[in-house]
């Protein structure tokens, strides 16, 4: 077989018996096709790679796209706090599109945080500046259990209204829904805030398995909720991110945690499902396995080999590192064309960093990397090395 960095585009699309940039005519199984996947963003190049179908170019978005590295998002957000901005409208609408016009991505994520749910739920939670979530009474025993009633869609009227709104300004761009995954959401309870270790997290996980699987259980319900609430606005895709999981082993990932995540994905298959983890090198393949269209993959494992450990069937994401985009504009050139070539081994990429963009990143630099990676493996501007 053929090393994927020797075969160009061309080749891998005529092998899926398509033509580059042409509608196709694919053999494979649709996909995810519901209402929302089927609105005015059906045949987007995003969402044709989250299909494993041709694309006329390789889609790209940037995790945290919308946010501090933006002067035109501080300036929005001047008097309002993180999550008072969540809740209004006409903000997350506004902050949404932001990128999306500055960097012409190929979708929109939907701006939010992975808190939002636990507060529409009434935990009490604020996030602090430069910090991250912190949590007023950290999860500690079951009676904490009942302070994680289900989420309806009338605990968040204002993600219905803002989804709509976008759904309705974006046309052919898709909007992607997102929402924390349970063991990501249940290390800031247990912990109380950002942990480097998850020690408690893991203390109650390994010692107390039965009220875990309850946190995980009540966890799931609320996050499968929240997605469904953006895709039944129109959201026509969802990330899951499971942000910290890779502070497990697999097997204890397989028992403890994924059979929560797989009820949240299967909920929502009616759109293409990402899923994503930092440190996830050794997970790739049950995240997968979960119940993921798409694995998202951080900077750490080529694309290559990340397509090995996941197996067929799905397409990937990711994964420069998001460090580079400080790097001379050469340098970048040559990590995109590499990530661009890794890409190849894929049925399906969609460009992205490894993890989210750093707030002092400059906006030219990521627009630069929308430019290359638009432009393929075949354009002028990705001649870096
Ligand atoms: O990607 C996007 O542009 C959409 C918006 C988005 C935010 N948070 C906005 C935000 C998304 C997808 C998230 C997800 C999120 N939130 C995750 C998973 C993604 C990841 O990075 O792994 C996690 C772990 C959180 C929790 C959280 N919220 C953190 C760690 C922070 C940063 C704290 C800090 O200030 O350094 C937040 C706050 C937050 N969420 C900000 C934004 C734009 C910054 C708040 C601000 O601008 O004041």
Redesign the pocket.
């Known amino acids: 077989m053929p090393r994927a960095s020797d075969r160009t585009r061309e080749a891998r699309q005529s092998e899926r018996g398509t033509i580059a940039g042409m509608t196709p005519v694919d053999a494979r199984p649709a996909g995810p096709t519901s209402a929302a996947a089927r609105g005015p963003a059906h045949d987007s190049a995003f969402l044709r790679a989250c299909r494993r179908e041709a694309v006329p170019h390789t889609p790209v978005w ?7 590295a933006l002067p035109e ?2 300036k929005l ?1 001047e008097g309002n706090e ?1 999550l008072d901005a969540c809740a209004t409208p006409d903000l997350v609408t506004e902050i ?1 599109l932001q ?1 999306v016009r500055r960097y012409g991505v190929d979708a929109a ?7 939002v749910p636990l507060k529409a739920v009434g935990v009490d939670l604020d ?7 912190v949590v007023a009474q950290p999860f500690r025993s079951a009676a904490d259990l009942d302070r994680l009633p289900a989420l309806t869609p009338a605990d968040v009227p204002y993600i219905t209204e803002a989804v709509r709104n976008l759904v309705a300004e974006l046309g052919s761009t898709p909007l992607i829904g ?1 929402a ?1 995954a349970p063991f ?1 959401l249940a290390s ?1 309870l247990v912990e109380g805030g ?1 942990s480097k270790n998850h020690a408690a997290t893991k203390a109650l996980m390994y010692g107390d398995p039965a009220l875990w699987q309850s946190l995980l259980d009540r966890l799931a319900t609320i996050t499968l909720a929240f997605l469904r609430v953006q895709v039944d606005a129109g959201a026509s895709a969802v ?1 899951l ?1 499971d ?2 999981v890779g502070a497990l082993p697999a097997a204890d990932y397989r028992e403890l945690v994924s059979p929560h995540s797989a009820r949240v994905l299967a909920g929502v298959s009616d759109v293409p499902r990402i899923h ?3 440190g996830t090198g050794e997970l790739l393949h049950d995240m997968g396995q979960a119940g993921a269209d798409v694995v998202g993959v951080d900077w750490r494992v080529p694309l290559s080999d990340a397509v090995r450990r996941i197996g067929p069937g799905r397409a990937v994401q990711g994964n420069l590192d998001p460090t580079l985009v400080f790097a001379p504009r050469e340098v970048v050139a040559r990590k995109v064309r590499e990530t661009l070539i890794e890409g190849q081994a894929a049925e399906g990429h969609v460009f992205n960093l490894g ?3 750093l ?1 002092d990143t400059d906006p030219d630099a990521l627009l630069h990397v929308v430019e290359l990676v638009h432009a393929g493996l075949e354009g002028p501007a990705a001649e870096g090395g």
Do not use: E, K, L
Request: proline share 12%; no cysteine; net charge positive.
């Open positions: 940037f995790m945290r796209q919308a946010g501090r998002y501080r957000r993180m949404t990128p994520i939907f701006f939010s945080d992975i808190v996030i602090v500046p430069g910090v991250g979530p997102f924390g990501t800031y950002p990330q991110f942000s910290w994503f983890g930092v993890h989210g963009v707030p």
